[in-house]
């Protein structure tokens, strides 16, 4: 489910936003963002979204 976060991020979707798209809260979003923002070494969801593409997970078009 995590990974299924990095798409509606790169189309530039908010914690809100996405929690809409994939039936859940905001909150819990906000937490999965931080579990992912972690386990790439991201300070913040910018760098999140560069690192993810850079190590193949997506691409921003």
Same mark, same amino acid.
């Given at each position: ?7 509606? +991020? ?7 936003? %996405? &929690?809409q798209? #994939?039936? +859940?809260s ?9 579990? +992912?923002? @972690?386990?790439? =070494?991201? &300070?913040? %969801? /910018? @760098?999140l #979204?560069?690192?993810?593409? /850079?190590? &193949?997970?997506?691409?921003? =078009?």
């Amino acid at each position: 489910m995590d990974r299924a976060i990095l798409p509606l +991020l790169y189309e530039g979707f908010s914690e809100k936003g %996405i &929690g809409q798209q #994939v039936e +859940l809260s905001h909150r819990t979003i906000e937490h999965r963002i931080e579990r +992912l923002k @972690q386990g790439f =070494g991201a &300070g913040s %969801i /910018a @760098q999140l #979204v560069a690192l993810s593409i /850079a190590g &193949g997970l997506g691409s921003a =078009g």
